[in-house]
């Protein structure tokens, strides 16, 4: 299934009196920043006003009713973080919360932005995926973490990203996938362009890799289109001076 955002949803509990999941992947329109960053940009590192982005994260808590955000400050790792408390997660690409009410973000332009629910009615996590977060394995990482906590995913929201065709990448970041990713890994991630060149499609990857977890397929949403061709969504490559969307996932309070 493949919605657009900006979009959102509540993922029930498992257990009767369990707490939901809310979600939501937000596109460009709704906040308060200007020019290149118009409107909904998330991140602070990007050269917007920071209280234009403090102004666009308060409205995205308050839209999935949070107390409070950590967001993801990527590095295209393959780090998971397990936070409790609101803030900037600095040096991974990966956040794990328990905390009811602490909503995770992962921020992105054009890499793939993913929420993933817990069978718990507790643990949330939001991760933060380009071609390296792909072959160094950030997803599988994150839910090998949440396994460890004996946990499961009950849904997996892959975020908007950058098609594979509007994703020509060089030679050598197609050999790094085919020796580092698994056949059916590669076969579903890399692509050809419409000019011959080859690319890569992360999302399609992350989905194929998240089947190799053990998670079933049907517990995967894509949500929202090609970034660099939806003027609604922020594209680095498309763009370069520009905003961040995100993903936001929280355990209701
Ligand atoms: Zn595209």
Redo the contacts with the bound molecule.
């Keep these: 299934m493949l919605v657009r955002p900006p979009h959102g949803g509540v993922v029930a509990p498992s257990t009767p009196g369990g707490r939901p999941a809310i979600w939501a992947a937000t596109g460009r329109s709704g906040g308060f920043s200007e020019g290149p960053f118009a409107s909904m940009n998330l991140a602070l590192h990007v050269g917007d006003h920071p209280e234009a982005v403090r102004a666009n994260r308060e409205a995205l808590r308050g839209r999935v009713e949070a107390t409070g955000l950590a967001v993801l400050s990527a590095v295209h790792g393959a780090d998971v973080a397990v936070v409790d408390e609101p803030g900037e997660v600095v040096g991974a690409d990966a956040v794990i919360t328990r905390t009811p009410g602490l909503g995770v973000v992962a921020l992105g332009a054009d890499c793939v932005t993913v929420a993933v629910i817990g069978d718990d009615d507790l643990t949330v996590a939001a991760v933060h995926c380009g071609w390296q977060g792909l072959v160094l394995g950030v997803l599988p990482a994150a839910i090998a973490r949440m396994a460890d906590m004996g946990v499961a995913p009950v849904q997996i929201i892959l975020g908007p990203s950058?098609?594979?065709?509007?994703?020509p990448v060089p030679l050598d970041r197609v050999d790094r996938v085919r020796s580092s990713c698994s056949d059916q890994v590669a076969r579903s991630s890399l692509v050809e362009c419409p000019d011959g060149q080859p690319g890569i499609d992360v999302r399609e990857g992350l989905r194929a890799q998240v089947i190799e977890c053990g998670v079933s397929a049907d517990l995967v949403l894509s949500v929202g289109?090609?970034?660099?061709?939806d003027p609604e969504l922020f594209s680095h490559r498309r763009d370069g001076r520009t905003g961040r969307h995100g993903m936001v996932v929280v355990r209701s309070e």
């Excluded at 950058?162 to 994703?167: A, H």
């Excluded at 289109?225 to 061709?229: A, V």
């Design positions: 950058i098609c594979g065709s509007c994703y289109g090609c970034t660099f061709e």
